[in-house]
């Protein structure tokens, strides 16, 4: 059992990079990919406790991608390095991010609340916050029972509080990856919000602009869409990843490491049959 997309406190993750690590073993993964969202902060403590843990590490991140419908996501999967291209890609990210959530922190006061930037960063010192950080803080405040309640009232896209993030260029993201010895994977596709008819043509884009690989299976989609994208995917020469996208129980309780749609345990193929033979041709 596999894992190729998985969250650590570096970003909005529940567990430490080490605490992470040590979970996986426990549960029997093999092979570990730790994507935080615009970060690379948690990589080398990951790192160490896999090697402790004989676990296969795969280093990489997850890069939100500017795009016209939905959310792009790229995962940069087995970096080798981290390049000054990756590092300018990561500072445009985090420095948009800040500006979101100043902006959503504006929001919640003129609307009465006592918030401030400052009180949020001191909860989660070192993090990438996120809308999951704004959640837990909004629970910490008695404002809503709990994270599910904050994103439904608060903080989902067209709620009162949500502000549209700014993400980077894919075709500077995917030569940053690549330029760090990493494989482009495009991740949970359904996220952009086509129809299936509209897929083809983007996925033919996407894959002409250097995307190497396809999140086929993630939890937060129906196994036959899963497969109806694997299928898409081999069309279009992508080759094939999965991955749990699990960020901790007491943040997405639904999701469990080492499974993907339909509760299915991730097979061993995603990395030795699809990845690794992408990885083993990258200098």
């Not at 985090?94 to 006061?109: P, V």
Request: charged fraction near 30%; include cysteine; proline fraction near 3%.
């Amino acid at each position: 059992m596999i894992d190729l997309h998985v969250h650590t406190n570096a970003s909005d993750g529940q567990y430490s990079p080490a605490d992470l690590v040590k979970k996986a073993a426990e549960k029997g993964i093999s092979v570990l990919a730790v994507t935080d969202h615009d970060t690379v902060a948690g990589l080398q403590e990951a790192a160490v406790a896999a090697e402790q843990a004989d676990i296969v590490f795969v280093p990489g991140i997850e890069l939100n991608i500017e795009w016209p419908t939905g959310e792009f996501h790229l995962l940069g999967l087995g970096l080798k390095r981290i390049t000054s291209s990756l590092q300018d890609v990561i500072k445009l990210l985090q420095e948009k991010r800040e500006e979101r959530n100043i902006g959503m922190i504006a929001k919640m006061r003129e609307d009465g609340i006592d918030a401030s930037y400052e009180e949020l960063q001191t909860l989660f010192p070192g993090r990438s916050i996120g809308r999951p950080h704004f959640a837990a803080y909004l629970v910490n405040k008695k404002l809503v029972r709990n994270s599910q309640q904050a994103f439904d009232k608060y903080l989902a896209k067209g709620r009162k509080w949500y502000v549209e993030r700014i993400g980077a260029n894919l075709d500077e993201s995917v030569q940053a990856v690549v330029d760090s010895g990493g494989v482009p994977v495009i991740a949970h596709p359904l996220s952009l919000y086509l129809s299936w008819g509209r897929m083809d043509d983007v996925l033919e884009d996407i894959h002409e602009r250097g995307v190497e690989g396809l999140e086929a299976y993630h939890p937060g989609a129906r196994e036959v869409d899963c497969e109806r994208l694997e299928k898409l995917a081999r069309v279009h020469n992508f080759f094939i990843t999965a991955g749990s996208d699990f960020h901790g129980e007491k943040i997405r309780a639904d999701r469990k490491i080492g499974h993907t749609c339909g509760g299915r345990k991730i097979d061993d193929r995603f990395y030795y049959n699809e990845l690794l033979p992408h990885l083993s041709c990258k200098s």
